[in-house]
């Protein structure tokens, strides 16, 4: 846990930009909601710390088109003395109500804080207000009864338990990390800004069944860094993504950008991000995460001694890729000789020091340069395509040594049978596209402060020239967006930044 005050970065980015393929009805939708990270500061973060929150994340991995684009302005920074989470704002109920939700790729279910709540925080360290949604006060609301069709195949995936005496399909997940929550099922509805042809109109919405939580426990009473619930964006049925696919408000694929360098930011749409360098790998079927068949590591254009079965998808096994973790995590099997190589490779102008049991090099604030000192890593996959890592997507600077910058190795070993996780240090500055209508992932680096085009699929020239829109995304900060047409029947975002502090 990380001491000291909070420093929100409202910075919003990406809003009400896209149009869609017309449907038989005619005219296009899309979906805009605003993402908010937040991050402690004024005092080093340790490795240690890192480690703790992302085995806190960890723990919290649950097992279990024609339409429009949501889009996601992304804010956060990939400084190694920052940590932190992702966290939108949804808007829920009639009158909509609205909460700040994390960001997790690594379950399915949105659920938000209900009220009555037991053991539930009143006040958050991430310097927002935290809300409840009151199901008795939302007129559109609906419970979801045992007998529920619904209820039903989700007790078939432990994601839900039934009460005789309430008769409420409710739920109750409880974490590694000893921490945990429950509550009930609803279905109500969900709010977004909309594009329809060349108007925007707001409070547009469709109905979605989420989860109204009545009771925490463990870390999730802390009020450091209470949000008002988790949103899911994982694959199975109930995860907001199939829900809106399902229903044809969205695509079934969503692609981030997250910028590593200067003030951060980012792109998180649901969508396909399309630039002609992307790669495509296929992921491994019938999982409930972002698996990948990882066949080799290479550092320095030579592929390691390690045996692919380490990677393979199995039991707790397998390799995933996971926006909400912080480092990457690498088997045992593999993350000694990685470390070995590394080794090897190093420039003498490096020196290796062992700092708290991390492997660590001092580097001297002269060199500018860290592709000088350190080699390039590959990370191989099937499909014959690679992820080339700079030295910055698997180092962490952990501040000054006499002078000297200290960067640390930022792959966590894991003992096996383990999984190995590819975190924001490996994915910064890279688009990523998760198709699951296609069972793909693909990726390419690119600059995230720079437009990017998003796929509408209309097979015909059509745009919209919206000017400028100005969207509001908290009390200091907007985002202005331009629309402009692009002949491969993509959109071009044009994104100016505001950026607003907020201090605790």
Same mark, same amino acid.
């Given at each position: 846990?990380?001491?000291?005050?909070?420093?929100?970065?409202?910075?919003?980015?990406?809003?009400?930009?896209?149009?869609?393929?017309?449907?038989?009805?005619?005219?296009?939708?899309?979906?805009?909601?605003?993402?908010?990270?937040?991050?402690?500061?004024?005092?080093?973060?340790?490795?240690?710390?890192?480690?703790?929150?992302?085995?806190?994340?960890?723990?919290?991995?649950?097992?279990?088109?024609?339409?429009?684009?949501?889009?996601?302005?992304?804010?956060?920074?990939?400084?190694?003395?920052?940590?932190?989470?992702?966290?939108?704002?949804?808007?829920?109920?009639?009158?909509?109500?609205?909460?700040?939700?994390?960001?997790?790729?690594?379950?399915?279910?949105?659920?938000?804080?209900?009220?009555?709540?037991?053991?539930?925080?009143?006040?958050?360290?991430?310097?927002?207000?935290?809300?409840?949604?009151?199901?008795?006060?939302?007129?559109?609301?609906?419970?979801?009864?045992?007998?529920?069709?619904?209820?039903?195949?989700?007790?078939?995936?432990?994601?839900?338990?039934?009460?005789?005496?309430?008769?409420?399909?409710?739920?109750?997940?409880?974490?590694?990390?000893?921490?945990?929550?429950?509550?009930?099922?609803?279905?109500?509805?969900?709010?977004?800004?909309?594009?329809?042809?060349?108007?925007?109109?707001?409070?547009?919405?469709?109905?979605?069944?989420?989860?109204?939580?009545?009771?925490?426990?463990?870390?999730?009473?802390?009020?450091?860094?209470?949000?008002?619930?988790?949103?899911?964006?994982?694959?199975?049925? &109930?995860?907001?993504? @199939?829900?809106? !696919?399902?229903?044809? *408000?969205? /695509?079934? =694929?969503?692609?981030?950008?997250?910028? #590593?360098?200067?003030?951060?930011?980012?792109?998180?749409?649901?969508?396909?991000?399309?630039?002609?360098?992307?790669?495509?790998?296929?992921?491994?079927?019938?999982?409930?995460?972002?698996?990948?068949?990882?066949?080799?590591?290479?550092?320095?254009?030579?592929?390691?001694?390690?045996?692919?079965?380490?990677?393979?998808?199995?039991?707790?096994?397998?390799?995933?890729?996971?926006?909400?973790?912080?480092?990457?995590?690498?088997?045992?099997?593999?993350?000694?000789?990685?470390?070995?190589?590394?080794?090897?490779?190093?420039?003498?102008?490096?020196?290796?020091?062992?700092?708290?049991?991390?492997?660590?090099? &001092?580097?001297?604030? @002269?060199?500018? !340069?860290?592709?000088? *000192?350190? /080699?390039? =890593?590959?990370?191989?996959?099937?499909? #014959?395509?690679?992820?080339?890592?700079?030295?910055?997507?698997?180092?962490?600077?952990?501040?000054?040594?006499?002078?000297?910058?200290?960067?640390?190795?930022?792959?966590?070993?894991?003992?096996?049978?383990?999984?190995?996780?590819?975190?924001?240090?490996?994915?910064?500055?890279?688009?990523?596209?998760?198709?699951?209508?296609?069972?793909?992932?693909?990726?390419?680096?690119?600059?995230?402060?720079?437009?990017?085009?998003?796929?509408?699929?209309?097979?015909?020239?059509?745009?919209?020239?919206?000017?400028?829109?100005?969207?509001?995304?908290?009390?200091?900060?907007?985002?202005?967006?331009?629309?402009?047409?692009?002949?491969?029947?993509?959109?071009?975002?044009?994104?100016?930044?505001?950026?607003?502090?907020?201090?605790?």
């Amino acid at each position: 846990m990380v001491d000291g005050r909070f420093l929100v970065l409202a910075v919003a980015m990406v809003a009400a930009v896209f149009m869609l393929a017309e449907a038989a009805s005619g005219g296009g939708v899309k979906r805009v909601l605003t993402l908010e990270r937040a991050f402690p500061v004024d005092q080093k973060v340790e490795l240690a710390a890192l480690k703790a929150r992302d085995r806190a994340r960890h723990a919290r991995i649950l097992q279990s088109f024609a339409g429009g684009i949501v889009d996601f302005p992304v804010v956060g920074t990939s400084d190694p003395y920052l940590v932190g989470l992702y966290f939108t704002k949804v808007k829920l109920g009639s009158p909509p109500r609205e909460f700040n939700v994390q960001i997790d790729t690594g379950s399915d279910i949105l659920w938000v804080t209900c009220s009555p709540c037991n053991n539930c925080p009143q006040t958050s360290g991430l310097g927002v207000e935290l809300n409840s949604f009151d199901a008795t006060s939302s007129s559109t609301v609906s419970s979801i009864s045992c007998a529920d069709n619904i209820c039903a195949s989700i007790v078939q995936t432990a994601s839900a338990e039934c009460s005789t005496q309430s008769n409420l399909c409710g739920y109750s997940f409880q974490y590694g990390d000893g921490s945990g929550t429950a509550g009930f099922y609803v279905s109500d509805l969900l709010y977004f800004d909309t594009i329809l042809g060349t108007s925007l109109i707001a409070n547009s919405s469709a109905p979605i069944v989420f989860g109204c939580s009545t009771s925490m426990s463990g870390d999730l009473t802390k009020s450091d860094r209470a949000v008002d619930g988790i949103f899911g964006f994982g694959q199975q049925r &109930l995860s907001v993504i @199939s829900q809106l !696919s399902s229903h044809g *408000i969205t /695509p079934k =694929v969503f692609s981030h950008c997250l910028k #590593g360098e200067g003030n951060g930011g980012g792109i998180l749409v649901l969508g396909e991000i399309l630039d002609p360098r992307i790669v495509y790998t296929p992921l491994v079927p019938s999982q409930p995460h972002y698996n990948l068949y990882l066949q080799s590591i290479a550092v320095n254009g030579q592929v390691l001694p390690i045996d692919p079965a380490v990677f393979t998808t199995s039991g707790n096994q397998g390799t995933i890729v996971d926006s909400g973790t912080t480092l990457a995590y690498l088997v045992e099997e593999a993350y000694d000789p990685f470390v070995g190589a590394l080794t090897a490779a190093v420039s003498q102008s490096a020196r290796p020091i062992v700092s708290k049991g991390n492997k660590c090099y &001092l580097v001297s604030t @002269s060199i500018h !340069s860290m592709a000088q *000192i350190f /080699p390039p =890593v590959s990370l191989n996959f099937a499909g #014959g395509v690679s992820m080339v890592l700079r030295p910055e997507d698997y180092l962490v600077r952990m501040g000054f040594v006499d002078g000297d910058a200290m960067w640390c190795i930022g792959f966590i070993k894991v003992q096996s049978p383990g999984t190995t996780i590819l975190g924001d240090l490996v994915l910064k500055d890279k688009i990523f596209v998760y198709d699951l209508a296609r069972q793909r992932l693909g990726w390419a680096d690119y600059d995230c402060s720079l437009s990017v085009n998003v796929s509408i699929t209309s097979g015909k020239d059509e745009f919209v020239n919206a000017g400028q829109l100005s969207v509001g995304s908290g009390s200091s900060s907007s985002v202005h967006l331009k629309l402009i047409n692009k002949s491969n029947n993509a959109f071009l975002l044009h994104i100016l930044v505001v950026v607003g502090l907020l201090f605790l």
